[in-house]
């Protein structure tokens, strides 16, 4: 029989693996899918634009009020809406359910990356080690969670193979780093899968989406939900103020502020294979029903880095691991400065995938993981914050997409991707001269003082969420 915690460090990734089926599939196919007058690129915008929104005061008003796995459960129904929203194609439907989604966005994984850091303190207290629980929670996390590029796309390449008037682009010398806005809109002859397969695509999603709700709601132990039910009786002693500004009040501390390059390059990183790649270079060349089978590789090796790294960092710690994705992120980005894709060459077309994969594994499993060791004590508001720079990074990728072309994208990339790491070494090194106390050593010091008569499993949430 496995404990309860390892049960608990199981569901959350299997809910987010359903989850994240579709609105990962969603995602990649939107610049092509909803193409007209930029449409689906623009909802994008808007959703991460509402996650910015949703950032600064929901997350922490949410968590202590319902607790994690409530927030997490609700939030999901509103990234379910967004399914929904292309079902009906059309400005009102798309924009208004990527709102929704954005509003759901920041509490779903604050209350998740809280729920991991909460479990692998519980987890540590009882092994008696230290940070590397909380690593490697984010390692299986993302091992699950990052193969829902596999099965979302995968959906979407077999269903849309099945429409045999998709085309591709003709006119080759117009893919990759030489193509520019004007001519991607007037060259070729790219036509929308027929509405029908859409909708079957569609059903399947809300249908997975809905089984991530069932995963929560019915599995998931509420380990918080003391805490939030005290919240919730003595919430005349923390004002809706306090509360609110949770989020910014971190914002006063150096340490934060340089963290900003390093959260928005994960949503440029991520942006540029999910908008640029795709489009420019995969459906250009080959086609739109290449695209899944494009990030199923994507997802397959982020998958498998994600826990490869989780584990790793034990042994190499973190700056090793930064540094080896800041890397393959350079060199990719300068080998699409000069690469001119061609249908002959299928293999490269997936070698980019694997490399961005595996660069992406370490953005998320270690920024992730550094949030939560850098900020104890305010957990909430810290992941709030990752949420609500990470979106900016999205949204400022997403907003000049269809304005500037392709070859200035990747000299923004390059450029965000050196001020990162400058900030970067910044941070680790302030870490070494003047270490974060952790959350168990915050327990001890309790133990020190004779606080009795606490449970430890509460005593130790009680430390993480204040």
């Not at 908008?275 to 494009?294: L, R, S």
């Not at 915050?442 to 004779?450: A, G, Q, T, V, Y």
Request: hydrophobic residues 45%; proline residues 3%; charged residues 10%.
């Amino acid at each position: 029989m496995i404990s309860q915690n390892t049960k608990n460090i199981l569901v959350v990734p299997f809910g987010f693996l359903s989850l994240f089926t579709a609105y990962g599939g969603l995602q990649s196919l939107q610049s092509s899918l909803n193409a007209e007058e930029g449409m689906g690129v623009i909802s994008l915008s808007v959703v991460y634009g509402s996650i910015i929104l949703s950032s600064m005061f929901l997350p922490p008003i949410m968590i202590k009020n319902l607790g994690c796995k409530w927030t997490i459960f609700i939030s999901m129904a509103c990234y379910i809406s967004y399914s929904f929203g292309n079902l009906f194609p059309g400005w009102a439907a798309l924009i208004t359910t990527s709102v929704l989604l954005g509003l759901g966005g920041s509490p779903l994984w604050s209350a998740k990356c809280s729920y991991l850091t909460i479990s692998g303190n519980i987890q540590a207290e009882k092994d008696k080690k230290g940070q590397d629980i909380i690593n490697q929670y984010f390692g299986i996390f993302f091992l699950i969670f990052q193969s829902s590029a596999v099965w979302g796309n995968l959906m979407s390449s077999l269903i849309f193979q099945q429409d045999s008037n998709i085309g591709i682009y003709e006119t080759l010398q117009y893919c990759g780093a030489a193509l520019c806005n004007e001519n991607f809109t007037t060259v070729g002859n790219f036509t929308r899968p027929e509405q029908h397969l859409v909708n079957i695509l569609l059903g399947c999603y809300i249908g997975v989406g809905v089984l991530a709700m069932v995963l929560i709601g019915v599995f998931l132990d509420n380990i918080d939900g003391i805490m939030a039910r005290d919240f919730r009786r003595n919430r005349g002693n923390h004002s809706f103020c306090s509360t609110f500004l949770a989020t910014f009040r971190l914002l006063q501390g150096k340490r934060l502020i340089m963290l900003i390059p390093l959260t928005m390059y994960s949503g440029f990183e991520q942006s540029f294979l999910s908008g640029e790649y795709t489009k420019n270079y995969v459906i250009c060349a080959m086609g739109i029903h290449y695209v899944g089978f494009v990030m199923i590789c994507f997802g397959a090796v982020n998958a498998l880095s994600s826990y490869a790294f989780g584990r790793l960092s034990q042994y190499t710690g973190r700056i090793a691991l930064f540094c080896f994705a800041a890397l393959i992120n350079l060199s990719c980005a300068i080998a699409l400065l000069f690469w001119k894709p061609h249908p002959d060459q299928l293999p490269v077309f997936f070698v980019f995938p694997a490399l961005w994969g595996m660069a992406d594994a370490v953005w998320q499993t270690q920024t992730n993981a550094l949030y939560g060791i850098l900020f104890p004590k305010h957990k909430e508001a810290a992941f709030a914050n990752y949420r609500m720079w990470e979106s900016l990074g999205f949204v400022i990728a997403f907003a000049y997409s269809t304005f500037i072309s392709l070859s200035t994208k990747i000299y923004i990339l390059i450029s965000v991707l050196a001020l990162t790491m400058l900030t970067y070494i910044w941070v680790e090194y302030n870490e070494y001269k003047n270490p974060t106390v952790s959350a168990i050593q915050i327990c001890d010091d309790l133990e020190e003082k004779h606080v009795k008569g606490t449970p430890a499993n509460v005593k130790i949430i009680c430390q993480t969420l204040m």
